[in-house]
C-alpha cells in the first residue's frame, strides 16, 4: 500500500490531529453501486462508490457487533450491515435503522436499548488521483 506524503488537517469531524491519504484500490476497481472492505494502516474501511460516482469511506465495522460492512448492501446513501441489517447514512456514518433480524432481537433492542448505544460508523475523507483511490486516516 503505497503512503501519499501530503498531511492533511482533520478530514472530518473536527479533530486536530494530522491524517495522511493512503492508496486503498484503484478507481476503476469501485464502479457506481460498489462497496469494498479494503485495508489502510491497519484499519478496516468499508469503500465504496455512490450511483452518481461519488465516492465514501467508512469504518469497516459494524458497531453492533463487528461484521465487515465492506460486505453489506448499499442502497442510496445507505448501507445495511450484512449480519442483522442496521443501516447507516455513509455521508456521516449516522445510524439510520438499528438491528433489524432476527425480529425477536429488533424487538429487544426497540425496547431495551438506549439510543446512545446504537453508534455511528466513522467517516473518512476519500479522493481519487491519478486513477487511484485515497483515504485519509490517521
Ligand atoms: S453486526 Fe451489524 S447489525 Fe449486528
Known amino acids: 500500500m503505497a503512503v501519499d506524503k501530503k498531511k492533511t488537517e482533520a478530514p472530518r469531524g473536527g479533530d486536530s490531529a494530522a491524517y495522511t491519504f493512503v492508496t486503498v484500490c484503484r478507481s476503476d476497481e469501485l464502479a457506481d453501486g460498489d462497496v469494498r472492505q479494503l485495508k489502510a494502516r491497519g484499519k478496516e474501511l468499508a469503500v465504496g462508490r455512490l450511483v452518481g460516482g461519488q465516492l465514501f469511506a467508512v469504518?469497516?465495522?459494524?458497531?453492533?457487533?463487528?461484521?465487515r460492512m465492506g460486505?453489506?448492501?448499499?442502497?442510496?446513501?445507505?448501507?445495511?450491515c450484512p449480519w442483522h441489517k442496521a443501516e447507516f447514512d455513509v455521508a456521516d456514518g449516522c445510524v439510520a435503522k438499528w438491528v433489524q433480524e432476527p425480529a425477536a432481537l429488533k424487538l429487544l433492542y426497540d425496547a431495551a436499548l438506549p439510543a446512545f448505544m446504537?453508534?455511528?460508523?466513522?467517516?473518512?475523507?476519500?479522493?481519487e488521483e491519478n486513477g487511484d483511490v485515497l483515504v485519509a486516516v490517521d
Do not use: F
Open 59 to 67: 469504518g469497516g465495522r459494524c458497531t453492533h457487533l463487528r461484521a
Open 118 to 127: 446504537k453508534r455511528s460508523l466513522p467517516t473518512y475523507d476519500i479522493k
Open 71 to 80: 460486505n453489506g448492501e448499499l442502497n442510496g446513501t445507505l448501507l445495511s
